[in-house]
């Protein structure tokens, strides 16, 4: 199974960037790689994910226009790209590979250790 790795995290004031990377290490990613987020004392929420093959991207509501994910193919590197940080955004940011199953579910590769992001007020 593929391993990924997160990268890019750290303390930056609110209203700054950080650029977050997932690199796919002993194989490939899956159709779909997401981002997903986790704060303290929370569950884990869905932020962004993007399509491999097309590069088609899907965000929530929370990360809309502020947000971006992309991918580069021949790095098998998927990044998140985030402006205009809050500190509602603060967690442990994970990055995952899936793809669709049956009717209404998702496989997914093994989760990382993610990388924190920290926003200052």
């Known amino acids: 199974q593929v391993q990924l790795v997160e990268s890019g995290g750290g303390l930056v004031q609110g209203g700054g960037s950080l650029r977050l990377s997932c690199a796919a290490t002993?194989?490939?990613?899956?159709?779909?790689v997401g981002w997903f987020r986790q704060a303290p004392g929370k569950e884990r929420e869905f932020v962004a994910t993007?399509?491999?093959?097309?590069?088609?991207?899907y965000y929530a509501d929370s990360a809309k226009g502020r947000f971006t994910i992309s991918r580069d193919n021949a790095k098998n590197t998927v990044y998140l790209q985030m402006n205009s940080l809050k500190p509602e955004d603060t967690a442990v940011y994970y990055c995952?590979?899936?793809?669709?199953?049956?009717?209404?579910?998702?496989?997914?590769?093994?989760w990382g250790q993610g990388t924190q992001v920290t926003v200052s007020s």
């Open positions: 995952n590979s899936y793809r669709r199953v049956g009717a209404s579910g998702y496989e997914y590769d093994s």
């Open positions: 002993g194989g490939t990613f899956k159709n779909y």
């Open positions: 993007i399509t491999w093959s097309s590069g088609t991207a």
